[in-house]
């Protein structure tokens, strides 16, 4: 019980952690004008 509420707890937050350091590296790039396609990370909307 407690196991598997940690696993998706963890998930949880690593995907926040990801999506807001995709987002704060949007806006450094867009603050200092450079701004080159994205490759291929764009997992899921």
């Known amino acids: 019980m407690g196991k598997e509420t940690e ?3 963890e998930e949880r937050l690593a995907a926040k952690l ?3 350091l ?3 590296k949007q806006q450094a790039r867009a603050l200092t ?7 291929k990370e764009d997992g899921s909307s």
Request: proline content about 19%; overall charge positive; aromatic content about 0%.
């Open 7 to 9: 696993l998706t707890r």
């Open 18 to 20: 990801r999506e807001n």
């Open 22 to 24: 995709r987002r704060r």
């Open 33 to 39: 004008g450079d701004n080159p396609p994205l490759p």
